[in-house]
């Protein structure tokens, strides 16, 4: 069943997957909503790809749409490719989708409970997980079980596989969710806001173990949040969401020290940093993001944009490049001032 | 000045935790263990912690949602842990609370007008027509449109729903108020927004904040005192900056190391702290930080610290509740 291809890492910096212009839509009461607009970026082997934005943004669907997890009947993919080592996952049988999910692909959800079956013990589901792709007997896989809690930092692993999931704090129930989504050592992980749900303190224990498995298994890993710090921290390459489209795309350099949309230079500016003298008045962005059925026409961002002209209302802008690897979608990107960090 | 406005004195929220055929009470839960602080006029107290450390228990207790077991709350002098439900009421004007999502602290089935009317009726303030006056006001101060008013809270965004929570506070001129996670369940461009508005509204009406949140970066950003909670005890207070500076407390300092900054790739020594925080009905004896402590000493297994000065004078002086000076 399992071939050794399934196994083996790609060679590091190898694109693995690459998403090209994807369109996703939903059917809601209220009409047809664009959730995801026209998005291509591609991951490399054994890279970390952040994707940041507001609630809203697309961020998750994106994530969906790639495990072909999005709800049904209401949710679809309607155009574009999403082209995992070379295989286009949007026209895959359900036989295939079944191989890249359960060895190829690992998800891990920002709520673990939801994750996770509330009636079966620990060991149980992290079997299932194992047995899905590899042929081995139920003994085996809970000896392999007890491996992989040990390996994601859970103490005395033997007792734990025979608990449920209630029985374990919230940070736990997490590194149970990411041993599931390591256990057929996925050649990708999609992490969608894996750490919002929980304490800054666990955060940083959860966020260690990732990089550390990151380390040891070479595999890649899609990170979604809406957490700027923990993108800086984890990420080498960040697309920035907005209203369904990508505003800005680059490295985390790029996103943090030469920001070249006006989105993304205005959620930088606006997070409340350490080093700022207290009770100052933070920038804001002004006004709220678009609702998906009542978008502005042109650049969905230039209702609340400080450098809107005329041309903005009118015409979508495309996502071009700056330097390199660099692309953001404004009509001003050229001549947006001189950013300074926001560190005081 | 010379008198705070709130004075916490040894507060002890305990919940039973019942169990048994009876429901016999089998165990206390230790939310809040023996907590001072105080809060001077127009000023900003950050209560930081991770979750269950007691921090919402002690707002809550403060504002009396919550009865204190034990210790005094005293509001100009006045203790409000004691007092009947009939005496508190005129304290209830002086202290409000804003709560984290305001999609569960309004009445879905209210009008945003009769929302902020209510406080004045309940109060028996004004005449209908100066009561319907005095919430356009309010939202005005707020930055909602005045046509909010016959709207319900479902037809607004979570920003404009925390407007809504905020008018409401600020309908009775408290000279209080506890901003419980008020910003915690917003998108950043918005977050911002309201903490502005937060500090705007402190300025113009003399308020005095309890700001309590778990993310230390907007607590120091709004406040001018912290203090640290961890599991039920303030183990560090003093002002923002000097605490953020020189952390004297080693669950302070491991908090501030696990906070993600938005620097890419900074090269920083960073303490992950292991293990997980203890449970209030279970907690250690000794300190309360025992268990995760990188400096734990056997006297920390035995005796609690108390609560001591480190540096400065008076309100502002930095305290931190450990046995060593690290």
């Avoid at chain 1, 891990?108 to 047995?131: W, Y």
């Avoid at chain 1, 806001?193 to 990732?210: K, N, R, S």
């Avoid at chain 2, 100009?76 to 005496?87: I, K």
Wanted: glycine letters at 8%; proline letters at 7%; one cysteine or more.
């Amino acid at each position: 069943m399992t071939s050794t291809a399934t196994n083996s890492q790609p060679a590091r910096g190898e694109v693995l997957l690459d998403v090209q212009d994807l369109a996703v839509e939903f059917d809601t009461e209220a009409g047809r909503a664009r959730a995801v607009d026209g998005v291509s970026f591609s991951v490399r082997a054994g890279q970390t790809l952040g994707i940041v934005g507001e609630s809203g943004c697309g961020k998750s669907v994106t994530a969906l749409s790639i495990l072909r997890l999005l709800p049904q009947p209401m949710g679809r993919i309607v155009a574009g490719r999403i082209l995992f080592r070379g295989q286009d996952l949007v026209a895959a049988d359900q036989e295939t989708l079944h191989k890249v999910r359960t060895g190829q692909i690992g998800m891990i959800f920002q709520e673990p409970m939801t994750a996770l079956n509330p009636v079966h013990r620990i060991g149980k589901q992290l079997s299932e997980a194992i047995m899905l792709h590899r042929q081995v007997s139920a003994r085996t896989a809970l000896e392999q079980s007890v491996e992989l809690l040990n390996r994601v930092g859970i103490p005395s692993p033997e007792v734990r596989v025979g608990e449920f999931p209630h029985q374990l704090s919230g940070g736990m129930r997490q590194r149970v969710v990411i041993a599931m989504a390591l256990a057929c050592r996925p050649a990708l992980v999609i992490a969608d806001e894996p750490t919002t749900a929980l304490d800054v303190t666990i955060q940083a224990q959860i966020l260690e173990l990732m990089r550390a498995l990151q380390d040891e298994m070479g595999m890649s890993i899609i990170l979604i949040t809406h957490d700027l710090g923990v993108i800086a921290e984890t990420c080498e390459d960040v697309l920035v969401m907005y209203a369904g489209r990508i505003a800005e795309v680059g490295s985390v350099e790029d996103i943090f020290h030469r920001p070249s949309h006006p989105y993304t230079r205005g959620l930088l500016e606006s997070i409340p940093r350490l080093e700022y003298p207290r009770k100052s008045r933070l920038s804001t962005i002004e006004g709220m993001v678009p609702a998906l059925m009542d978008l502005p026409a042109g650049c969905r961002f230039n209702n609340r944009c400080p450098h809107r002209s005329e041309r903005c209302t009118l015409e979508a802008p495309a996502l071009e490049a700056v330097v390199g690897g660099h692309r953001v979608s404004c009509h001003h990107r050229d001549r947006l001032p001189a950013w300074s960090e926001p560190t005081a | 000045m010379s008198t705070p406005l709130l004075e916490v004195r040894d507060l002890r929220t305990w919940f039973p935790v019942r169990g048994g055929v009876l429901l016999s009470a089998r165990a206390q839960c230790k939310a809040v263990d023996g907590v001072s602080l105080s809060v001077w006029p127009g000023e900003t107290v950050g209560l930081v912690g991770e979750s269950g450390c007691g921090k919402s228990t002690l707002g809550k207790s403060i504002v009396r949602l919550v009865k204190p077991t034990g210790g005094q709350v005293l509001f100009n002098g006045t203790d409000l842990a004691s007092l009947s439900a009939r005496r508190l009421k005129p304290f209830r004007r002086e202290v409000q609370m804003i709560f984290q999502d305001p999609a569960d602290s309004l009445n879905s089935r209210h009008t945003v007008g009769s929302m902020l009317e209510e406080p004045f009726l309940i109060h028996g303030i004004g005449e209908p027509a100066s009561r319907r006056e005095k919430a356009l006001e309010l939202l005005r101060i707020v930055g909602l449109p005045p046509a909010a008013i016959d709207r319900f809270p479902f037809e607004f965004s979570g920003g404009q729903r925390q407007r809504i929570g905020i008018a409401r506070a600020i309908a009775l001129n408290p000279k209080l108020i506890i901003c419980d996670e008020p910003v915690s369940a917003l998108d950043a461009s918005i977050q911002s927004q309201i903490l502005n508005l937060l500090l705007d509204l402190q300025e113009r009406l003399k308020l005095s904040y309890l700001f309590i949140a778990h993310d230390l970066a907007v607590v120091k950003h709004v406040s001018d005192r912290i203090a640290i909670m961890y599991l039920g005890h303030v183990v560090e207070s003093g002002d923002g900056e000097e605490v953020y500076r020189r952390p004297r407390h080693p669950y302070t300092r491991a908090l501030i190391s696990a906070i993600p900054q938005p620097v890419p790739r900074r090269q920083r020594y960073r303490q992950v702290l292991s293990g997980e925080v203890p449970s209030p009905i279970d907690p250690p004896p000794g300190c309360p930080f025992q268990t995760r402590c990188p400096h734990v000493q056997p006297v920390c297994r035995e005796q609690l610290p108390a609560l001591r000065e480190v540096g400065g004078v008076g309100p502002a002086a930095h305290a931190v509740a450990c046995h060593f000076d690290l």
